[in-house]
């Protein structure tokens, strides 16, 4: 017990000093600073927009107004940025792979997938998070739900879990590079499908492609059922904590099914040879 | 030219060595391309036409927008990028071969690659589980050709002056990403700017970005008329111009600046 809480104590030791160096990394490149904070609040204020635009040309999208939608983009933009600043890296982890870049953490006595992420910190990721916030705000005004503790604590659990499903999905893809032995960019494909299938309700596309998102690749819980649930738009869930707690749970699940495949797959990782 | 020809030749070459990729690619590029013909499905349904344009066109919009994205992709801001940031670029400059054209032709050999390992089987794929993306009018293949070619350039130019950017800022990551989003959203396509307000789509006519993807998608559709896609086709052109003078400008200023970080 008390070597265990040693440990912890450890890692969130070295979590400090990660984030420290990462905010040093941050600002060696001044432009890079003002250009994320201009890239990012851009790619989403006009996404937004966008979303705007179509709701004006074609009215309601699937029975969801402007309100709800604008509602599920922000919850949707949240969890993305917090993926991006956790788990971002497992877009770039064919590289790693190929570049023989895993031998400096198989080297060291932390674990790997833990020192993968967190060396390379994203505190970029906040320039995320800020439209992200603000768009959310903005959809609860316009969708009109009460604000209560409750709904809070509900809207935390579920960004968790939908932060673990998004991450997870990031090392799976990225996994694969031990296997294949290749890098992808899978980065800006992922993204593309993400915001095609998390920023508007999934009830749009067909039964089928519904059921995989459910069941097999889970991005409908990243937000579509939580913020139906959140809504009380009926799709045969039921509202209160149970959504949330079922979102935590696939959540958890993604990340530990992603963890085994990393897992195995770094016993296949044999480094660059040179 | 010889060199060029050359540098092409081994871009190709090297483009086919991760055979993963390739299916990876093709994989990704299928489900985003299905996953928007439904989108577009679902926002028609009760409506047979919005803005002058049928689900079908749109279909064959989402096909063969999927299709010219291919066509469409650059490494020369990246490329750029990494050389100044790792100082190789003083290296690169020694070379006997002008630093753009070198990678102009690393990027025309890559898309060489390209055409036949992601646009044809995305072409397939797309008759075959969409539909068949038919141009409306196969009199406009001309004007299709010239306009593809133009976006393509402008497409090129666009990214080679982000990536230039780098001999001031030494590091463009995040001016790649801001090129990325504006091209992404700004050019049609995804939504295109017909959908959008119309003061909005008057603001982004003027700029160069619908031309790189809407124009060329609204030739193949047959959206509009033929005098409108000839206006268009001229705003294309002078936009081709400014940014070929724009990029010969700062090729000339930067290269007389060039800093090599370590050494």
């Known amino acids: 017990m008390r070597k265990s809480f040693d440990t912890l104590l450890h890692y969130l030791d070295v979590t400090g000093q990660e984030i420290k160096m990462a905010f040093m990394t941050m600002i060696e490149y001044p432009s890079n600073i003002a250009g994320w904070f201009i890239s990012n609040p851009l790619q989403f204020i006009m996404g937004f927009a966008i979303i705007k635009f179509v709701v004006e040309s074609f009215g309601e999208i699937n029975g969801w107004n402007y309100g709800q939608l604008a509602f599920l983009y922000g919850l949707s933009v949240i969890s993305h940025a917090l993926s991006m600043i956790f788990f971002v890296q497992g877009w770039f982890m064919g590289w790693f792979v190929i570049e023989g870049d895993f031998d400096r953490y198989l080297t060291r006595p932390l674990g790997v997938l833990y020192q993968f992420f967190f060396t390379n910190i994203n505190i970029f990721g906040i320039t995320d998070l800020i439209p992200g916030v603000i768009v959310f705000i903005y959809g609860c005004a316009k969708s009109g739900v009460t604000v209560s503790f409750l709904f809070i604590v509900q809207v935390i659990i579920m960004l968790i879990g939908a932060t673990f499903i998004r991450g997870g999905i990031y090392i799976f893809l990225g996994s694969t590079s031990f296997h294949t032995r290749s890098a992808v960019d899978f980065g800006q494909y992922t993204q593309e499908i993400m915001d095609k299938t998390t920023m508007y309700p999934m009830s749009m596309y067909p039964e089928s492609m519904q059921f995989i998102l459910t069941y097999l690749i889970p991005i409908g819980w990243v937000s579509f059922y939580p913020v139906s649930s959140l809504l009380g738009i009926d799709n045969g869930l039921s509202g209160g904590m149970t959504t949330a707690f079922i979102t935590l749970a696939v959540g958890l699940l993604v990340m530990f099914l992603a963890g085994a495949f990393f897992n195995s797959g770094l016993k296949k990782y044999e480094s660059a040879g040179n | ?263």
């Open chain 2, 1 to 263: 030219m010889k060199k060029y020809l050359y540098i092409i030749k081994t871009q190709i070459i090297k483009s086919m060595t991760y055979e993963f990729n390739v299916y990876g690619n093709i994989i990704m590029q299928t489900i985003i391309m299905i996953t928007s013909a439904y989108f577009w499905r679902a926002l028609y349904t009760g409506r047979s036409v919005v803005d002058g344009v049928d689900v079908g066109s749109m279909q064959t919009y989402i096909i063969i927008s999927s299709a010219l994205s291919v066509l469409l992709i650059t490494n020369v801001e990246r490329r750029i990028g990494s050389s100044v940031e790792k100082g190789s670029v003083a290296t690169d400059m020694m070379k006997p071969i002008n630093l753009f054209g070198m990678f102009l032709a690393e990027d025309i050999g890559s898309i060489i690659a390209l055409i036949f390992q992601n646009m044809l089987p995305i072409l397939l794929i797309g008759s075959l589980m969409i539909k068949l993306p038919v141009m409306a009018d196969i009199r406009d293949l001309p004007m299709l050709v010239i306009s593809v070619i133009e976006s393509f350039l402008i497409n090129w130019l666009i990214a080679a002056l982000f990536g230039m950017m780098a001999f001031t800022t030494i590091n463009n990551n995040a001016l790649i990403q801001v090129k990325k989003h504006l091209i992404r959203l700004l050019s049609g396509s995804i939504i295109p700017i017909w959908f959008f307000p119309k003061s909005v789509s008057k603001v982004l006519s003027a700029l160069p970005f619908v031309y790189i993807y809407q124009l060329p998608l609204s030739i193949y559709i047959g959206k509009g008329d033929r005098t409108e896609m000839i206006f268009q086709m001229r705003i294309q052109f002078i936009w081709l111009v400014i940014l070929s003078a724009l990029f010969f400008y700062a090729q000339s200023r930067i290269t007389r600046k060039v800093m090599v970080q370590g050494g």
